[in-house]
């Protein structure tokens, strides 16, 4: 009987903490839904401002989003613009002026694209401007050949002044293993020449512009002109016309700063380099000249002008078959200053006149004596060594306004096989 009731009471004891874990773990339950509903209140009022359009929900699928842009394959925006894909032919017979306009246009928008003139085709241009400013680290591919109309009537007159003309450009580089081809031959009669100035590729009022590795070839005149630009570098180009082509000088300064010119191959019918007033800071190393022109600053001071260069050096030049070495050459009546020049490391073959300040310079066959002149000063040449045709230096300063500061150090020059010129230099 006792063993029985103790039996009942053991039970009864068992069955009570069995009653009194279920009661807790039910709170425990309880408390812990809570909780969870405490800390997602938040996340329903973020998902509740995701419905407006003002956030993003993450348990619930929304609307999709806009498909980026699609180039090819690429689902990124790509930064190769070829002309092909704008419509260009490429047959050098079609005109592709406006597929390179376009091309031009779209990637102009684009940081660090590319430009692509595509090799093995040719692209027949007619005079267009490429306007800036683009985005940053913009490049023109050339591995193709662009080609001018070479018919002397198809330009319009408002183009007559250069054929591809970079304007406001700015961190822009062209480059490549192409050919522009200014297909001059037509221009280079008497008549033409007398009424235009054309450059085939111009840069205008731009700045951090490298030209590498491309060749430019028959400019209806001067192949590469730089005007009112900053921060220039030429590197590796070819310039080639005939020596009988005029005015087809290969690089034009004019008013433009720091300029560095180098490793480059430039033959041409006039100056491999001219360097006009409003330069400064120009740097000509590296240079295989010829034929042409040589290496020239000016003409200087026409019509009264004033003219200011300075801060030229030119170093480490060879020059064959050509008119002039290096020169500086002004106009009578000009006004202004050429300062701090030296030519240095000259390699001269068979040039008329290696050294030349010219003071009186004249295109024609007479010009007006006039007084005033623009003053040259801070001049030296230096290891001018080689070959010459007709005489190796001449000097001709201005009475009014005297050369002054000239120096002449280690000069070798001798006459060419078959001389037939003045025995002496010409002061």
């Not at 699928?61 to 930064?79: C, D, F, I, R």
Request: positive net charge.
């Amino acid at each position: 009987m006792i063993m029985k009731r103790s039996r009942n009471l053991s039970l009864l004891v068992f069955v009570f903490f069995l009653v009194i874990v279920f009661v807790t773990f039910s709170v425990i339950s309880v408390e812990a839904r809570k909780n969870r509903i405490k800390k997602s209140k938040p996340h329903n009022k973020h998902h509740q401002k995701d419905k407006s359009g003002n956030g993003n929900t993450s348990n619930s699928p929304g609307p999709a989003p806009a498909a980026l842009p699609h180039y090819g394959s690429n689902p990124t925006q790509s930064t190769i613009f070829d002309v092909l894909s704008f419509g260009a032919k490429g047959d050098g017979v079609s005109d592709d002026s406006t597929a390179l306009v376009a091309a031009w246009k779209a990637a102009c928008k684009v940081n660090g694209a590319t430009v692509k003139i595509p090799s093995q085709f040719k692209f027949l241009i007619n005079p267009i401007t490429l306007q800036g400013p683009c985005m940053p680290s913009f490049v023109l591919q050339i591995d193709g050949t662009l080609l001018a109309n070479p018919k002397v009537g198809s330009w319009s007159k408002s183009s007559l002044f250069q054929w591809i003309n970079f304007k406001w450009v700015q961190n822009f580089t062209i480059q490549g293993t192409g050919v522009v081809d200014g297909q001059g031959y037509g221009w280079w009669s008497t008549s033409n020449q007398q009424m235009y100035h054309i450059q085939a590729l111009r840069f205008y009022s731009s700045n951090d512009v490298t030209v590498r590795d491309i060749k430019i070839t028959d400019s209806p005149q001067c192949h590469l002109k730089f005007d009112s630009s900053r921060g220039v570098k030429v590197d590796n180009i070819t310039i080639s016309s005939p020596e009988s082509s005029p005015n087809t000088d290969g690089i034009h300064l004019q008013n433009t700063q720091d300029v560095e010119i180098h490793n480059s191959n430039i033959g041409s019918g006039d100056d491999c380099v001219s360097i006009q007033t409003g330069c400064s800071n120009i740097h000509i190393h590296h240079i295989n000249c010829g034929p042409g022109h040589g290496i020239s600053i000016g003409g200087l001071g026409k019509d009264k002008t004033i003219a200011c260069v300075s801060n030229i050096i030119v170093e480490d030049i060879s020059i064959q078959n050509s008119l002039t070495g290096v020169r500086i050459k002004t106009w009578q009546g000009g006004i202004g200053s050429v300062k701090n020049v030296s030519f240095s490391n000259i390699q001269v073959s068979d040039v008329k006149v290696p050294i030349m300040i010219d003071q009186y310079y004249c295109d024609k066959n007479l010009c007006k004596n006039q007084t005033g002149a623009v003053g040259i000063s801070g001049v030296k040449y230096d290891r001018i060594i080689g070959t010459y045709s007709v005489q190796p230096i001449h000097l001709a300063c201005s009475n009014e306004i005297p050369c002054t500061d000239v120096d002449l150090i280690d000069i070798q020059l001798k006459p060419s096989t078959g001389y037939g010129g003045f025995h002496q230099a010409l002061f």
